[in-house]
T-cell receptor, first 111, second 116 residues
Framework: GEDVEQSLFLSVREGDSSVINCTYTDSSSTYLYWYKQEPGAGLQLLTYIFSNMDMKQDQRLTVLLNKKDKHLSLRIADTQTGDSAIYFCAESRGSQGNLIFGKGTKLSVKP | DVKVTQSSRYLVKRTGEKVFLECVQDMDHENMFWYRQDPGLGLRLIYFSYDVKMKEKGDIPEGYSVSREKKERFSLILESASTNQTSMYLC???????????????FGSGTQLSVL
C-alpha cells in the first residue's frame, strides 16, 4: 500500500519502556522521522534517522530501522507521564521536502 | 529557534463563509505547508508552496486555495466553508532545498476550525 502505518494506541506504566512501531513504503526515503504532538499543540520533531543507519540513540530514545522490512521503531526508556502524547512517524516523498505521515500512535502513560 | 505562528488558535465560522487561515514563519524557509488533522486519519497535506507565488496541490486540495505573496506568509483559504471542513489545521515550514535534513518540518500550534 501507499500508507505509512502505525498502531493507534499504546498504554504503558510509568518507568516501563515504550516501543512504537511503524512500517513505511518508500525504500528510497533518505531520512525517516519521529514527531511528537502534545495535547493542544503542533508537531515537534523528536528524532530522525538516516536510511543507511540501523540504530540511533539519543538519551532515552532509541530508533531502530530495518530497511529490508521497511520497519521503523521508537523506543522510549523509563517512560514518564510527560511522554504522554501522539507520536507520528514520517517518510520523505518526492523532491520537494514533503513528508508522508502515519496516523499517529497515542501513548498513554499510567502512574 | 524557528517560529511558525498561526494567527488564530480557535475559529468558529458559518457554512458558506469565506475563511482565511494565516501562517507566518520567521526563519526564511523556502517551503511552507498546510495540513489538516482529523481523528483516525492523521495528517493530510492540503497544499504546499516551495517559493513565493508558487503552489502545489497536496492530497486533499478540494475546497481549498492558498496564497503566498511573501516568503514568510502562507495563507489557506476556504472559499465557502462547509461542515466537513471542521478540523485542526496545521501549518509547517522547512528549509528545502539543501541536504536532506532540510526536510525537517517545523509546525505551528494549529488552528481548530469549527464550521457550523
Amino acid at each position: 500500500g501507499e500508507d505509512v502505518e502505525q498502531s493507534l494506541f499504546l498504554s504503558v506504566r510509568e518507568g516501563d519502556s515504550s516501543v512504537i512501531n511503524c512500517t513505511y513504503t518508500d525504500s528510497s526515503s533518505t531520512y525517516l522521522y519521529w514527531y511528537k504532538q502534545e495535547p493542544g499543540a503542533g508537531l515537534q520533531l523528536l528524532t530522525y534517522i538516516f536510511s543507511n543507519m540501523d540504530m540511533k540513540q539519543d538519551q532515552r530514545l532509541t530508533v531502530l530501522l530495518n530497511k529490508k522490512d521497511k520497519h521503523l521503531s521508537l523506543r522510549i526508556a523509563d517512560t514518564q507521564t510527560g511522554d504522554s502524547a501522539i507520536y507520528f512517524c514520517a517518510e520523505s516523498r518526492g523532491s520537494q521536502g514533503n513528508l508522508i505521515f502515519g496516523k499517529g500512535t497515542k501513548l498513554s502513560v499510567k502512574p | 529557534d524557528v517560529k511558525v505562528t498561526q494567527s488564530s488558535r480557535y475559529l468558529v465560522k458559518r457554512t458558506g463563509e469565506k475563511v482565511f487561515l494565516e501562517c507566518v514563519q520567521d526563519m526564511d524557509h523556502e517551503n511552507m505547508f498546510w495540513y489538516r488533522q482529523d481523528p483516525g486519519l492523521g495528517l493530510r497535506l492540503i497544499y504546499f508552496s516551495y517559493d513565493v507565488k508558487m503552489k502545489e496541490k497536496g492530497d486533499i486540495p478540494e475546497g481549498y486555495s492558498v496564497s503566498r505573496e511573501k516568503k514568510e506568509r502562507f495563507s489557506l483559504i476556504l472559499e465557502s466553508a462547509s461542515t466537513n471542513q471542521t478540523s485542526m489545521y496545521l501549518c509547517a515550514s522547512s528549509l528545502w532545498p539543501g541536504d536532506s535534513t532540510n526536510e525537517k518540518l517545523f509546525f505551528g500550534s494549529g488552528t481548530q476550525l469549527s464550521v457550523l
